[in-house]
């Protein structure tokens, strides 16, 4: 298996809903990764996870929680977000947080309504 | 702090003709360089990397060389196809120990498009 796969493909939600991300790869990577894109711009890092610990949180508002129940899993928890949330978010992986380049997933269409 | 300059698109091309797209780099010491594509709708996937000064990455009939020299790493590709339509983005990685290092820079990106 050399995917990581995001589910859901498509989600809205309003600005009082609380939804979650997922994202699952079963590489036997150690790092994973969230990003967000905008429209026609490049992705965003959002967090990192390092062997199941946060090791960065590009200062992202809190009303974005990141989870990594396992080394396979990635879940991003939403509570409360504005319609400028709306973007694609990206999930990816990687040996570990070395120059490896990422397995990135197909990515999660957030509209925020 | 580290940056990636891409050059400006949108490219359009027509079939089999030779494809360039410009990347230039500024980070300290020697980072990692990578191209990653992104078609309509999808993810970004990994198209080459090199990870040392005057590495050559390939991969499906692209290249790119790492030139220190010019902090540089152009994408080249001797005749595209219509179905090499997408965003093409370079990147890098920070070097080993550095406060960069795993997390990847992107460039603006590129879009090309190829007509039959």
Not at chain 2, 72 to 93: M, P, R
Not at chain 2, 103 to 116: D, E, N, S, Y
Request: hydrophobic share 30%.
């Amino acid at each position: 298996d050399t995917e990581v796969t995001q589910t859901p493909k498509h989600l809205v939600m309003g600005m009082t809903n609380k939804k979650s991300l997922k994202c699952e790869q079963h590489m036997g990577h150690r790092a994973m990764y969230w990003y967000k894109q905008k429209a026609k711009k490049p992705p965003e890092l959002m967090f990192v996870y390092s062997y199941e610990k946060l090791s960065i949180n590009e200062s992202v508002p809190s009303r974005f929680s990141p989870e990594c129940p396992n080394s396979s899993l990635l879940n991003l928890h939403l509570h409360a977000l504005q319609p400028e949330d709306s973007a694609l978010y990206l999930c990816a992986s990687s040996q570990d947080s070395g120059p490896y380049g990422y397995t990135f997933g197909s990515g999660t269409r957030l509209t925020v309504v | 702090g580290n940056s990636v300059t891409q050059m400006e698109g949108p490219v359009t091309l027509s079939e089999e003709a030779f494809l360039t797209i410009n990347c230039t780099y500024t980070a300290t010491g020697y980072p990692s360089l990578f191209w990653y594509v992104q078609y309509p709708g999808e993810g970004l996937q990994l198209l080459l990397k090199a990870t040392k000064a005057d590495d050559k990455g390939s991969n499906k009939g692209f290249e790119a060389t790492y030139r220190k020299e010019t902090t540089s790493f152009h994408l080249e590709k001797g005749s595209v196809q219509v179905s090499d339509s997408a965003v093409y983005f370079c990147a890098l990685s920070g070097e080993a120990g550095g406060t960069s290092y795993g997390k990847l820079t992107f460039g603006q990106g590129t879009i090309l498009t190829v007509h039959p």
